[in-house]
T-cell receptor, first 114, second 113 residues
Framework: NAGVTQTPKFQVLKTGQSMTLQCAQD?????MSWYRQDPGMGLRLIHY???????DQGEVPNGYNVSRSTTEDFPLRLLSAAPSQTSVYFC?????????????FGNGTRLTVT | AQSVTQPDIHITVSEGASLELRCNYS??????LFWYVQSPGQGLQLLLK??????LVQGIKGFEAEFKRSQSSFNLRKPSVHWSDAAEYFC???????????FGKGTRLSVIA
């Protein structure tokens, strides 16, 4: 199994550009989430989803949109990138049927906004 | 609201020395606690987890952690550190069902010869 796959690994954007960070998992996990990691800030939750068609905001949702049309995919959209969104983004998933299963993480997308 | 505090931003230990990384949490109900490790440029890997039962849990790579409800702590330990343990370590707390996981800000571990 591939696990959680994030693309691209690296991306440079100019301020105001838009882009979508892709996340796919092949483990049939209901729960998927996006975190951003900044130095000294740990991981902060952006958005999460407990199943297809259901999304909810995390701690730092502003400037980001998500949708969940399938169980496998959970893309993160930046509609108008800002330098403050320069960060490393991690997608993570877990099954919900298994009680308290840990999160499985992708390898991250390093985004730079100039 | 749930929260996690890792008091130590950076710790340096000698190879072969013992290690303890501190984690304190705030959670209104029974917490589910995790330790993750992140090597440079990598994603996060689960070291160990605590849900219930024995308060001393064993994880991978020789790590263990002890849950102390009275102190709201879940400290990570290793009796003898190896150079390959140099990484960043994150403590996280969550609950049951849909509750998202909340992470601490991490502790960076450096290992010197």
């Amino acid at each position: 199994n591939a696990g959680v796959t994030q693309t691209p690994k690296f991306q440079v954007l100019k301020t105001g550009q838009s882009m979508t960070l892709q996340c796919a998992q092949d483990m049939n996990h209901e729960y998927m989430s996006w975190y951003r990691q900044d130095p000294g800030m740990g991981l902060r939750l952006i958005h999460y989803s407990v199943g297809a068609g259901i999304t909810d905001q995390g701690e730092v949702p502003n400037g980001y949109n998500v949708s969940r049309s399938t169980t496998e995919d959970f893309p993160l959209r930046l509609l108008s990138a800002a330098p403050s969104q320069t960060s490393v983004y991690f997608c993570a998933s877990r099954p919900m049927g298994q009680k308290n299963s840990p999160l499985h993480f992708g390898n991250g997308t390093r985004l730079t906004v100039t | 609201a749930q929260s996690v505090t890792q008091p130590d931003i950076h710790i340096t230990v000698s190879e072969g020395a013992s290690l303890e990384l501190r984690c304190n949490y705030s959670y209104g109900a029974t917490p589910y606690l995790f330790w993750y490790v992140q090597s440079p440029g990598q994603g996060l890997q689960l070291l160990l987890k605590y849900f219930s039962g024995d308060t001393l849990v064993q994880g991978i790579k020789g790590f263990e952690a002890e849950f102390k409800r009275s102190q709201s702590s879940f400290n990570l330990r290793k009796p003898s550190v190896h150079w390959s343990d140099a990484a960043e370590y994150f403590c996280a707390v969550g609950g049951s069902g849909n509750t998202p996981l909340v992470f601490g800000k991490g502790t960076r571990l450096s290992v010197i010869a």
